[in-house]
T-cell receptor, first 112, second 118 residues
């Protein structure tokens, strides 16, 4: 069993819809929870990070972490065609120079 | 400013050959990481350098893989006797010096080198 599980999709929604992406994990030692966006033939870029449990909002994006359930989510409001990409959840045990454990990624397509 | 750069962007080689992949981190970043991303998968950790030394090489799959960072800046990932299963995108990332400030020490990724072993 992988440490981080993520539905690979693909997920296709119309422009303006609310998108919900999620991951589950098994290692309770994870403290930092991240969401990366990766466009085709590009490296991942950090969208948001959350430390421990709770919610974090940044513009149209909201990240939620529920450590008791070992479940994290990313919500995208008012989705745009430019949001079409692969979204990777990721986790770390500590922030100071440690390895990131990634989910397999969900491919998202926003239809105009 | 310049981000992480990786060369070559694409590398095609034959089974059994030796390859070197280069990573130029962001200037001043002390930590450097290598990840491997297979098709349809997330990146998988290979090795991490703090300065010139490998602080964690637990992700290297076998002894055909080796990485160096002799001057604490540029790093080279070396793969001997390549196999078809080594075909993947090899990603490099760097992060700034460790800080006592609270917050997240972000890893900045390069575009990757796409390795194809025929």
């Amino acid at each position: 069993q992988k440490e981080v599980e993520q539905d690979p999709g693909p997920l296709s929604v119309p422009e303006g819809a609310i998108v919900s992406l999620n991951c589950t994990y098994s290692n309770s030692a994870f403290q930092y929870f991240m969401w990366y966006r990766q466009y085709s033939r590009k490296g991942p870029e950090l969208l948001m990070y959350t430390y421990s449990s709770g919610n974090k909002e940044d513009g149209r994006f909201t990240a939620q972490v529920d450590k008791s359930s070992k479940y994290i989510s990313l919500f995208i409001r008012d989705s745009q065609p430019s949001d079409s990409a692969t979204y990777l959840c990721a986790m770390e045990k500590e922030s100071s120079a440690s390895k990131i454990i990634f989910g397999s990624g969900t491919r998202l397509s926003i239809r105009p | 400013g310049a981000g992480v750069s990786q060369t070559p962007s694409n590398k095609v080689t034959e089974k059994g050959k030796y390859v070197e992949l280069r990573c130029d981190p962001i200037s001043g970043h002390t930590a450097l990481y290598w990840y491997r991303q297979s098709l349809g998968q997330g990146p998988e950790f290979l090795i991490y350098f703090q300065g010139t030394g490998a602080a964690d090489d637990s992700g290297l799959p076998n002894d055909r893989f080796f990485a160096v960072r002799p001057e604490g800046s540029v790093s080279t990932l070396k793969i001997q006797r390549t196999e078809r299963g080594d075909s993947a995108v090899y990603l490099c990332a760097s992060s700034p010096k460790l800080s006592s400030r609270r917050g997240y020490n972000e890893q900045f990724f390069g575009p990757g080198t796409r390795l194809t072993v025929l």
